[in-house]
């Protein structure tokens, strides 16, 4: 499994970034497609996930600001990520979980918010 993550980069506070994730399978399902991040100095957190029936799961500090989706077809999951502040700097990492409960991750991309 092969996942290739993009959209990070440098935004000031108020503006928004989308990042992708695109998963390359074979022989299985995908179950659940996210994202989970790490700040400086702060623990891994999941920032959310969707599953293949379209229920989403956010952290409550992104409710209302990012938005996950996910095309099964392109086995891709985006997250739309607005209103962003300082706090949401951090190494987002994109993970797959498959119907047989192994989860993989991909090379993390790094979301900057500074003015």
């Known amino acids: 499994v092969q996942l290739q993550a993009s959209g990070g980069g440098l935004v000031q506070p108020g503006g928004s970034l989308r990042l992708s994730c695109a998963a390359s399978v074979s022989g299985f399902s995908i179950y659940v497609m996210g994202w989970y991040r790490e700040g400086p100095g702060k623990p891994r957190e999941l920032v959310a996930d969707?599953?293949?029936?379209?229920?989403?799961t956010y952290a409550d500090s992104v409710k209302g600001r990012f938005t996950i989706s996910r095309s099964s077809a392109k086995n891709t999951v985006y997250l739309q990520m607005n209103s962003l502040d300082p706090e949401d700097t951090a190494v987002y990492l994109c993970f797959v979980l498959t119907d047989g409960g192994i989860r993989y991750w991909g090379k993390g991309t790094l979301v900057t918010v500074s003015s």
């Open positions: 969707i599953s293949s029936g379209g229920s989403t």
